[in-house]
């Protein structure tokens, strides 16, 4: 398979995920965006989008895809955010670079409501490896049980 067609396949292995969780999903929900096309992941190595669940929590998400040292494609820069019916947070992965005092850094979790004030405490991350299916099934797992 040619390297480029590598980053549509990652997207449409996706896509199956998604038709795969088809009980736990909302996808008729007004604010359920997952895009249609491949175009953005080809194009823009890029993909953002917002699955919304039957009991009316939301995972935001965006990443960029890369390559690895062996032509594996891979999650890079991240957010993916879970928020309750109400939009409140409930943990939050990212790997933007701060919090170096973590033994996961760059990658960590916030875990709860936003601080009003004050920084947002981040912990090490508690999944083997962040990325999109990791963190849809720990929401299946624990979140929508």
């Not at 494609?73 to 957010?79: A, D, H, I």
């Not at 960590?108 to 299916?133: E, M, T, Y």
Request: glycine fraction near 4%; hydrophobic fraction near 30%.
């Amino acid at each position: 398979m040619p390297i480029n067609g590598r980053f549509r396949e990652y997207y449409w292995n996706l896509r199956q995920l998604l038709d795969e969780k088809e009980s736990i999903l909302d996808k008729k929900h007004p604010d359920y965006n997952f895009p249609e096309d491949d175009d953005t992941v080809y194009y823009a190595r890029y993909l953002e989008g917002c699955l919304v669940f039957r009991d009316g929590s939301r995972l935001k998400f965006e990443f960029t895809l890369e390559f690895d040292e062996t032509y594996t494609v891979v999650e890079k820069r991240y957010f993916y955010g879970y928020f309750d019916a109400r939009g409140v947070r409930i943990f939050q992965y990212d790997n933007s670079p701060h919090h170096e005092y973590l033994r996961t850094y760059p990658h960590h979790l916030h875990k709860g409501r936003r601080p009003k004030r004050g920084k947002d405490k981040a912990f090490n991350i508690d999944i083997p490896k962040v990325s999109f299916a990791a963190v849809l099934a720990k929401i299946e797992d624990v979140y929508l049980r």
